[in-house]
Structures are given as C-alpha cells and as structure tokens.
C-alpha cells in the first residue's frame, strides 16, 4: 500500500492497524485484521544526517499478528516523523526542541510513553490509575 508520507503511514498502522489484504488470503490465514493493534517498537533517538547533509528519521512498527513495517523518512519530513513519534502521550503536543534529551520517557507495564514534561507524565500515570488501563490503547504509545 502507498501512504503519501511517513506521518500518514504511521498513523494508519498506529490507529487504524495493518493495510488490509485480499479477503481470499484473510480468510486462509484465519485473522482478522480489524482485531490487530500495532505499537511503536524502535525509534530514532535523534533526527541524524546523513553524508550528503539530508536528516534521516525512522521508525519500526510492530503488530499482534507479528507483521513488521519500517517507516523511514528525509529531509523535512524527517523532521515531522520525529515529532510524531515523540509527541506527548498525554497531550499531543509535539516536542518544544528536536532533542530526545528534552523529553520525558515513562515506562508503565511494559510499554514506553513520551511526555513533554514531568506534569504530563504524573497526569497521564494518575489518570490511568484512576480509570484503569484499556486494552484497546495498550499498544499505542
């Protein structure tokens, strides 16, 4: 499937899970891909350059059915794919500085959440406490 760039491809794998397959091929391997959530496994820690002076970002998502996508992107986009990628988890907001260094990390169960500042994150921990974790957004982060 082609995506018109990195932010849409991520998106769709993250909210709306893997691109559909034919229904004969669905149908022999018994799973239904409405059912599959996928979930960030690795991410770029910095925007790099490369030799020629392109920035570089890149991302690996990773779904319940074991399928895998790499999503890579340059330039300016690479830009915007970090910022997607490392977007608070509590707010969206997208990081205030292009540094992983400036960003707040938690891990909870098991899974990694980005938050642009301790208050976020401490919200984003009481809240769940509070309301429980949904299965549903176990793999989001």
Same mark, same amino acid.
Request: aromatic share 8%; net charge negative; charged share 25%.
């Given at each position: 499937?082609?995506?018109?760039?990195?932010?849409?491809?991520?998106?769709?794998?993250?909210?709306?899970?893997?691109?559909?397959?034919?229904?004969?091929?669905?149908?022999?391997?018994?799973?239904?891909?409405?059912?599959?959530?996928?979930?960030?496994?690795?991410?770029?820690?910095?925007?790099?350059?490369?030799?020629?002076?392109?920035?570089?970002?890149?991302?690996?998502?990773?779904?319940?059915?074991?399928?895998?996508?790499?999503?890579?992107?340059?330039?300016? !986009?690479? &830009? *915007?794919?970090?910022?997607?990628?490392?977007?608070?988890?509590? @707010?969206?907001?997208?990081? +205030?500085? #292009?540094?992983?260094?400036?960003?707040?990390? !938690?891990? &909870? *169960?098991?899974?990694?959440?980005?938050?642009?500042?301790?208050? @976020?994150?401490?919200?984003? +921990?009481? #809240?769940?406490?509070?309301?429980?974790?949904?299965?549903?957004?176990?793999?989001?982060?």
């Amino acid at each position: 499937m082609h995506y018109p760039d990195s932010i849409t491809a991520l998106q769709q794998l993250l909210f709306s899970g893997p691109p559909p397959t034919s229904a004969s091929a669905e149908e022999e391997s018994g799973i239904d891909k409405k059912n599959i959530h996928c979930f960030i496994t690795k991410k770029s820690q910095n925007i790099s350059n490369m030799r020629n002076g392109v920035k570089y970002c890149s991302v690996e998502v990773s779904c319940d059915d074991g399928s895998q996508y790499g999503i890579q992107a340059f330039g300016n !986009e690479a &830009i *915007d794919l970090y910022k997607e990628i490392y977007k608070c988890s509590m @707010c969206g907001m997208p990081p +205030k500085e #292009l540094e992983k260094s400036t960003l707040v990390e !938690e891990r &909870i *169960d098991g899974t990694s959440y980005s938050f642009d500042n301790n208050g @976020c994150a401490l919200i984003f +921990k009481k #809240l769940r406490s509070v309301m429980g974790e949904d299965k549903e957004e176990e793999h989001t982060a």
